[in-house]
């Protein structure tokens, strides 16, 4: 039986592609204040491993090409507008010195310096005041 | 022009935009703790991807595999985020075979 690599192609660079979009975009958000630079960066990205998909006559990099220039894209969309999102909602941690990130701190209630996430699941929902003990306790 | 890459990234695209329903879906009637079963899953197609001689097939399979890996690992994650209010929370999950062994296990959060 012939072993087909395209199926390892694409699965190396959907689990790579989530990874480095899911840890790059938290990273860049936080530290960037203009963001339509590293959102144009992941399109150029995109377009460029697009282009390579596009040129490749092997499949296996064709697929692992496009499936990486598909998650730059959505990348480029997280960057822009999703995690600011998130940050505003409290769901992501705030960075107070970026001017950006301070801006919505001040404007914003919900939004904070803490990190939620951190923290093992108990099998039970939180109080709202065990919530704002977390935020306090950090702040 | 070699159209592959493209399509192949669009389903992959669809793949893990379903991981992100599954994921929630699966964290509030299971639980976390099914991570280990849906990391051996996720194997399991990777692997069996090898062996499919069809291209679309076995890409298919590969990105399934890798999503199912990636939405393993966000399980605890998920976890938090209901116990957190930010998704509905259901406080009576199945748990899987070996409960008490996977309990013990650090579970994977990248």
Same mark, same amino acid.
């Given at each position: 039986?012939?072993? !087909?690599?395209?199926? @390892?192609?694409?699965?190396?660079?959907?689990?790579?592609?989530?990874?480095?979009? +899911?840890? *790059?975009?938290?990273?860049?958000? /936080?530290?960037?204040?203009?963001?339509?630079?590293?959102?144009?960066?992941?399109? @150029?990205?995109?377009?460029?491993?697009?282009?390579?998909?596009?040129?490749? *006559?092997?499949?296996?990099?064709?697929?692992? *090409?496009?499936?990486?220039?598909?998650?730059?894209?959505?990348?480029? @969309?997280?960057?822009?507008? /999703?995690?600011? /999102?998130?940050?505003?909602?409290?769901? #992501?941690?705030?960075?107070?010195? !970026?001017?950006? +990130?301070?801006?919505?701190? #001040?404007?914003?209630?919900?939004?904070?310096?803490?990190?939620? +996430?951190? +923290?093992?699941?108990?099998? /039970?929902?939180?109080?709202?005041?065990?919530?704002?003990?977390?935020?306090?306790?950090?702040? | 022009?070699?159209?592959?890459?493209? =399509?192949?990234?669009?389903?992959?695209?669809?793949?893990?935009?379903?991981?992100? &329903? =599954?994921?929630?879906?699966? $964290?509030?009637?299971?639980?976390?703790? =099914?991570?280990?079963?849906?990391?051996?899953?996720?194997?399991?197609?990777?692997?069996?991807?090898?062996?499919?001689?069809?291209?679309?097939?076995?890409?298919?399979?590969?990105?399934?595999?890798?999503?199912?890996?990636?939405?393993?690992? $966000?399980?605890?994650?998920?976890? &938090?985020?209901? $116990?957190?209010?930010?998704?509905?929370?259901?406080?009576?999950?199945?748990?899987?075979?070996?409960?008490?062994?996977?309990?013990? =296990?650090?579970?994977?959060?990248?």
């Amino acid at each position: 039986m012939e072993i !087909n690599f395209v199926g @390892l192609a694409c699965a190396l660079a959907t689990f790579f592609g989530i990874w480095w979009g +899911h840890v *790059s975009v938290r990273k860049i958000e /936080r530290e960037v204040v203009n963001l339509w630079i590293p959102t144009v960066g992941a399109l @150029l990205l995109g377009g460029a491993f697009l282009t390579a998909s596009f040129l490749t *006559s092997n499949l296996a990099l064709s697929a692992a *090409s496009g499936i990486l220039a598909v998650t730059l894209f959505w990348d480029a @969309l997280e960057i822009a507008v /999703r995690q600011p /999102r998130r940050i505003i909602r409290g769901e #992501a941690p705030a960075n107070p010195n !970026n001017p950006r +990130h301070a801006r919505i701190l #001040a404007q914003y209630p919900a939004a904070t310096t803490v990190d939620l +996430h951190e +923290h093992e699941p108990i099998g /039970r929902q939180y109080t709202p005041q065990e919530i704002a003990a977390m935020k306090e306790r950090a702040a | 022009m070699n159209t592959f890459g493209l =399509w192949m990234g669009l389903a992959a695209l669809f793949i893990i935009g379903m991981g992100f &329903v =599954w994921v929630i879906r699966g $964290e509030r009637y299971l639980g976390f703790l =099914w991570w280990p079963y849906i990391i051996a899953l996720g194997a399991a197609c990777i692997v069996g991807a090898l062996f499919v001689a069809n291209d679309w097939a076995s890409g298919l399979l590969g990105a399934a595999g890798a999503s199912l890996i990636w939405g393993a690992t $966000e399980l605890k994650e998920q976890a &938090v985020r209901g $116990e957190l209010g930010w998704y509905p929370f259901n406080g009576k999950k199945i748990p899987p075979p070996f409960v008490d062994v996977i309990r013990k =296990w650090k579970a994977p959060s990248l």
